[in-house]
């Protein structure tokens, strides 16, 4: 596939008018094939599987791995309902874990007490693309006999400790969808080292008509959660360019923290040493009164956000989930009303910056 540019959207253009004119039946060898190999390759996996969503890819890797009625998924309250939902529909029972003073990672102490004989496995969510430490994780999930399942939908290119988010755990998983630093609308997909496990996520895609060696189709129930040839080729032309959509968010999230890093109230995290971050979403502790009602009045005033734009909570808290009784996590409560995360995409050029970031600090010398 072509690179970024009127070179790579022509040959994008010329690429999507091939498929349709091959539609309804996809060509022999498909984009969908094509994106697996390239996207394994990329992100150094030995298996890719492509589905329709995120959340789809949740779902196949949850049920991939025989989790269902009778388990529990420990998964950190520092999260949102898309990453617990596909726990919800394997019949399995979301436990929430608080976080660290960091809010990127669990609180170990938290995550080992929440353990039952029903636990099967443990779910970190990078969100905002940030990274929990993989050696701590992965220790933790041996010692305690667990599957790691990693949501890694925001954090395309995020290394930590030199892997891959999404390739340390047994099963990793990711979204396409639009505002994604790696999109094609709408869509997702698998990263495992495990052929059976990606067998099974194939299977589980498409009803499972098309089963793992040795088994009968339809012998068990999946769902419709294939990808399209268009999303593929779409996902592919942003595949090729993808180290310089990477440079470009990291870029633009530095150019935010730079112009506000003398503005008073705004703590900004920082990664760690061992994180080379994708610099998804800019990420600050709003160390000011109220901060709720501030993150809502920058989104009101132009400055999108996961607080104060998408009413962000602490997974403990929401209503949807008070059935599971979920036993308190104050410190992801904390973390989460004080978190200014700011939304950002490819579009915001050196203006849009400069505007953010000249109303974040004029709505804080308002707020002081």
């Known amino acids: 596939m072509s690179r970024a540019g009127s070179a790579g959207q022509g040959a994008l253009l010329a690429e999507l008018g091939r498929v349709l004119d091959a539609m309804p039946a996809p060509t022999a060898s498909s984009n969908v094939d094509q994106l697996e190999v390239e996207l394994a390759r990329r992100f150094g996996a030995r298996y890719a599987v492509a589905v329709s969503s995120g959340t789809a890819a949740l779902h196949a890797a949850l049920a991939a791995l025989r989790i269902g009625r009778g388990d529990e998924v420990l998964v950190p309250a520092v999260s949102v309902v898309m990453s617990v939902a596909p726990v919800l529909y394997v019949g399995a029972r979301p436990v929430f874990a608080d976080c660290d003073e960091t809010g990127a990672d669990f609180d170990y102490d938290d995550l080992a007490a929440k353990l039952s004989a029903r636990t099967r496995a443990v779910m970190p969510v990078y969100l905002w693309g940030r990274a929990a430490d993989p050696e701590r994780i992965t220790n933790f999930a041996v010692r305690h006999g667990l599957q790691v399942v990693e949501d890694a939908c925001q954090a395309h290119g995020t290394y930590a400790r030199g892997r891959a988010l999404g390739t340390v755990g047994d099963i990793g998983c990711f979204s396409l969808k639009d505002g994604k630093l790696l999109w094609c609308g709408?869509?997702?997909?698998?990263?495992?080292?495990?052929?059976?496990?990606?067998?099974?996520?194939?299977?589980?895609?498409?009803?499972?008509?098309?089963?793992?060696?040795?088994?009968?189709?339809?012998?068990?129930?999946?769902?419709?959660?294939?990808?399209?040839?268009?999303?593929?080729?779409?996902?592919?032309?942003?595949?090729?360019?993808?180290?310089?959509?990477?440079?470009?968010?990291?870029?633009?999230?530095?150019?935010?923290?730079?112009?506000?890093?003398?503005?008073?109230?705004?703590?900004?995290?920082?990664?760690?040493?061992?994180?080379?971050?994708?610099?998804?979403?800019?990420?600050?502790?709003?160390?000011?009164?109220?901060?709720?009602?501030?993150?809502?009045?920058?989104?009101?005033?132009?400055?999108?956000?996961?607080?104060?734009?998408?009413?962000?909570?602490?997974?403990?808290?929401?209503?949807?989930?008070?059935?599971?009784?979920?036993?308190?996590?104050?410190?992801?409560?904390?973390?989460?009303?004080?978190?200014?995360?700011?939304?950002?995409?490819?579009?915001?050029?050196d203006g849009n910056i400069s505007a953010m970031a000249n109303t974040i600090a004029k709505e804080i010398a308002r707020w002081v």
């Open 186 to 349: 709408e869509g997702g997909f698998i990263l495992t080292g495990n052929q059976e496990l990606a067998e099974r996520c194939r299977a589980f895609r498409t009803h499972w008509q098309a089963p793992p060696a040795g088994r009968a189709p339809l012998s068990e129930v999946g769902h419709n959660y294939r990808m399209t040839e268009i999303q593929a080729v779409i996902a592919r032309w942003n595949l090729a360019r993808f180290d310089d959509l990477l440079r470009l968010r990291q870029a633009r999230t530095a150019a935010l923290c730079s112009a506000l890093a003398e503005v008073p109230g705004l703590g900004w995290r920082q990664p760690r040493g061992w994180e080379d971050w994708n610099g998804f979403s800019p990420l600050a502790t709003l160390e000011l009164p109220r901060p709720r009602e501030l993150a809502s009045r920058l989104a009101i005033a132009g400055v999108p956000n996961s607080v104060g734009s998408f009413a962000l909570v602490a997974n403990d808290q929401r209503p949807v989930f008070a059935h599971l009784d979920p036993a308190p996590c104050p410190r992801a409560r904390h973390f989460v009303d004080g978190a200014l995360a700011v939304v950002l995409s490819e579009h915001d050029d």
